[in-house]
């Protein structure tokens, strides 16, 4: 059984960063592309960024400059490095396997002052 959990999401004010994770257990993610989405209250769950396992990338304007993903195939964990936070980047955050519908619970992200 696949099963992808989400970890790292918190509280933080505009401008600071935090780290999410998505570990994941059931598949080895070397083989796979990896996404994150996030959903604000209200709004439809958004693209954030994928990562290819050729370690290609791609993100969303919104986030281009800002967020770095990245993956630790050892540890078979993704991961989403979040800097320069925005009040408007506050939402649930999804780690979920590329062209799978394949997702993980979702982890907070509040950035507020």
């Known amino acids: 059984q696949v099963q992808l959990v989400e970890s790292g999401g918190d509280l933080a004010l505009p401008g600071e960063s935090l780290r999410l994770s998505c570990t994941v257990s059931?598949?080895?993610?070397?083989?796979?592309?990896m996404e994150w989405y996030r959903q604000a209250p209200g709004e439809q769950r958004d693209f954030v960024a994928r990562?290819?396992?050729?370690?290609?990338?791609i993100y969303a304007d919104s986030v281009k400059g800002r967020f770095t993903i990245s993956r630790d195939n050892s540890k078979n964990t993704l991961y989403l490095q979040m800097n320069s936070l925005k009040p408007e980047d506050t939402a649930v955050y999804y780690c979920k396997i590329f062209n799978s519908d394949t997702w993980g619970q979702g982890t907070q992200v509040t950035v507020s002052s």
């Open positions: 059931g598949i080895a993610i070397s083989i796979l592309g």
């Open positions: 990562s290819y396992s050729n370690s290609k990338t």
